[in-house]
C-alpha cells in the first residue's frame, strides 16, 4: 500500500521532466498523479517497447522511474540502454529484493533501488536526491494551501472557501493547483498557458482573464478587490503567500 505524500513548503523541479515506467495500471496512475501534484511533467509506459521508443523522441529527459517485470521484457535492458549515451537520473522500482539482484543494478547505473511496496513521499525524497546529484534541485511543492479563508489540498483535490466545499471546473482546478505550487512567486502568463492549455496556447491571455476571473468569483470573498489571486500587471499571477509562509 503507497503512503500519502508528504506535504512540502518549497518548489517542484518547475521544469522536470521524468519517464515513468510501470505496467501495473493502478499503481502506475498514483504514482502518476503524485509525480503531477508535486509539478513534475510525466511521460508514462507500460512497457520495454513503449519506454525504449520514448527515449528515442524524447530529448530533454530529466528521470527514470523504471519497474523491472515489464510483458515485454526485464527493465534491466531499457537501463542499460539508457547508460549508454545518458547520465540520466533512474531509480528502480521493483518487487525484487534478492540483494545481490539489487547490487548489480546499482553496479550497472542504477542511482537507486526501492523495494515495493513503498510510500510515495519517501518515493518523492529519493527522486530529489538523484535529481540533486545531477545539479538539479527540486524541492518539495506546497500542496496544502491556506489562506483568508481559503483551503486548498491537491493531494485530496479539494478546495474549501471559509469550510464549504468549492467545485471548480477541471481547468479552473489545474490553474489553481499551478500557482499553489509556486505560491508567493508570479507565474508568467506563458507558463501558465503552456502548463494548463499546451504549448499551442501560449499567446491565448483571452483564457486566463476568463480562468482567472471564475475563480476569483469563487474563491475571493470581495472578486473586485482580489486580495488571494493576485494579477502582476504585464507579467502574469501569483496567488499569494500562504498564511504563516
Sequence with gaps: MLAAASRG???????VKLLLVEDDRELRATLREALAVEGYEV?????????????????TLDAVLLDLGL?????ETLLQALRRDRSTPLIVISARQVEGHKIRLLDAGADDYLV????IGELLARLRVALRHRGTV??????LYRRAGLEVDLTAHRVRRDGVDVRLTPTEFKLLAR???????????????ADVWGADATEQTHYLRLYMGQLRAK?????GEPCVLLTEPGVGYRIAEAAGG
Design 138 to 143: 527540486a524541492q518539495p511543492a506546497i500542496t
Design 179 to 193: 500557482l499553489v505550487r509556486q505560491a508567493g512567486q508570479v507565474v508568467t502568463h506563458r507558463r501558465l498557458l
Design 9 to 15: 513548503t518549497g518548489l517542484a523541479g518547475g521544469d
Design 43 to 59: 511521460l508514462a509506459a507500460a512497457s520495454l517497447a513503449d519506454a525504449m521508443a520514448q527515449l528515442s523522441h524524447t530529448g
Design 71 to 75: 510483458p515485454d521484457g526485464d527493465g
Design 116 to 119: 515495493k511496496p513503498f510510500g
Design 219 to 223: 474563491l475571493e470573498a470581495d472578486p
